[in-house]
């Protein structure tokens, strides 16, 4: 199974940046991307974005297009998620997921960060 651990939340204030990492244990054959969700309290996990291993594909959620940005370094399994122009309204605990590429399903995920947005 793979394992991912993100990193790099914390508190800011508005208008602030914060850059989140996600690595992985291990990558096989079948991680086709990885993504980056959000989950306020009472709220359902919400996609923000996803990047493929292979050839760096990205998909935005349109909220956060322009002020996000997903990276990848495949040498290190590692994804990032550049946040730029932080909002109160972004305050949630931030996963990183696999998804897996025979079920296209987020299979795995990470214990997830908090990021605070103080306005």
């Known amino acids: 199974q793979v394992q991912l651990e993100e990193s790099g939340g914390g508190l800011v204030q508005t208008g602030g940046s914060l850059k989140l990492s996600c690595t992985a244990s291990?990558?096989?054959?079948?991680?086709?991307?990885m993504g980056w969700f959000h989950q306020a309290p009472g709220k359902e996990r919400e996609f923000l974005a996803a990047?493929?291993?292979?050839?760096?594909?990205?998909y935005y959620k349109d909220s956060v297009k322009g002020r996000f940005t997903i990276s990848r370094d495949n040498a290190k399994n590692t994804v990032y998620l550049q946040m730029n122009s932080l909002k109160p309204e972004d305050t949630a605990v931030y996963y990183c997921?696999?998804?897996?590429?025979?079920?296209?399903?987020?299979?795995?995920w990470g214990q997830g960060t908090q990021v605070t947005v103080s306005s």
């Open positions: 997921a696999s998804q897996q590429g025979d079920s296209m399903e987020y299979e795995f």
């Open positions: 291990k990558r096989t054959t079948n991680e086709y991307a």
């Open positions: 990047i493929s291993w292979n050839y760096g594909n990205t």
